[in-house]
DNA sequence: AAAGTTACTTACTTATAAGTAAGTTTGGCG
DNA sequence: CGCCAAACTTACTTATAAGTAAGTAACTTT
């Protein structure tokens, strides 16, 4: 019937990433998915067994793209300074762009309701996310970019959580916030 | 037949705040509160028309809570460090012992699947804190505790940041994180 | 003591959710 | 050409959600 039959399983995915992303996994169903692309729910079944199946893909997607880009920030051989603006710049569309958040957010908010499945793939994102940004904090100290004097580790995770909130607030207070806390970050570090 | 009448609506109001910044306002159901309470869905309709009303209810308390604590903090009439300490000990709480969020993390999450009532109570909480913050840090940058060289306003909304992430993070990462990340921003205060 | 008000319960409605089973169309292949 | 599997649809089930209407027990006021 329909022409494009091979790409409905990705455009089954890039809804629910927007939607995950966008309203959290309680926050969207699958007639949300199915309406606008005018197709049925037991589509999305055929594709993804579970709704848990379905955001579990969805976050095991989002840790590819991830892997995929800092491996790229990494092979550019470029300073830490440019990883992190690299870094920052992909938060900064994802918020004001995609208006959408981290999927770690949306995984934390509602941990207690949500299938083991999820939580699982969201705990590795999270020590993905760290461990690469650790990385990037550690090699910018080393080369004299960045300046703190704590482990790597908690800048890292000072980082990131400064990050998180600020999608957060952004939403909330509009999206000037989201400069006003990356410059913030880059000012805390000595940039 | 029971005994505590007059109680009832502060013991809603109390578990609904729980779940709502527990969950989300998609996380939880009016079973989730009167079930455990022996009570039925309807007398929660009693007290509060619809769950918006509910939500929107407990925003407001958390507002007034924060205004009494605020304003304790400010009557206390110590430094800008020990306000700051106060509130920091306060998220503390809320996210290691309460196991919850600041309810803005839950509204901005799933902000297009709610009621305006609530979205609007957020708004206003939002506001609340980043005057608060912003007040305590222009005083502690007079008084000469704090250390930044931006606006207090931006001091503010990235130390609120970092804190909203540092409440997810530490679900999905582990308790740590918290004092991590509030030993970072002190650090970055110059404390 | 009668009438009204508060604080509920019972029983229901309506809507929407995830998920399933069985049937149908379409393109590729022997 | 006929068969088969992939990719769906139709039609359904089951569960749960928010919300409502009408009734009732207990306290309060006149």
Chains 1, 2 share one sequence.
């Not at 309680?26 to 579970?50: C, E, L, V, W």
């Not at 892997?67 to 870094?87: I, N, P, R, V």
């Not at 992909?90 to 509602?110: G, K, Q, S």
Request: glycine share 8%; with cysteine.
């Amino acid at each position: 019937m329909s022409v494009p039959r091979t790409s409905t399983r990705e455009h089954i995915l890039k809804r629910a990433t927007m939607l995950f992303q966008g309203r959290g996994y309680n926050g969207f169903s699958f007639k949300d998915i199915s309406a606008p692309m005018g197709i049925r729910n037991a589509a999305i079944h055929y594709h993804f067994r579970t709704k848990s199946d379905l955001c579990s893909a969805v976050i095991a997607r989002y840790r590819d793209l991830l892997k995929s880009e800092t491996g790229d920030f990494m092979k550019h051989g470029g300073s830490a300074k440019s990883q992190l603006d690299a870094y920052l710049a992909f938060i900064r569309h994802e918020i004001l762009d995609a208006r959408c958040m981290c999927p770690l957010t949306n995984v934390a908010v509602a941990l207690d309701t949500l299938p083991g499945e999820v939580r699982a793939q969201a705990t590795m994102l999270s020590h993905d996310l760290l461990a690469y940004l650790t990385r990037v904090m550690e090699l910018g100290r080393e080369q004299g970019e960045f300046q703190f004097n704590c482990a790597a580790e908690q800048k890292a995770l000072s980082v990131k959580a400064t990050l998180q909130g600020a999608g957060q607030l952004a939403r909330l207070m509009g999206p000037q916030v989201v400069d006003q806390v990356i410059d913030q970050i880059r000012c805390d570090l000595g940039l």
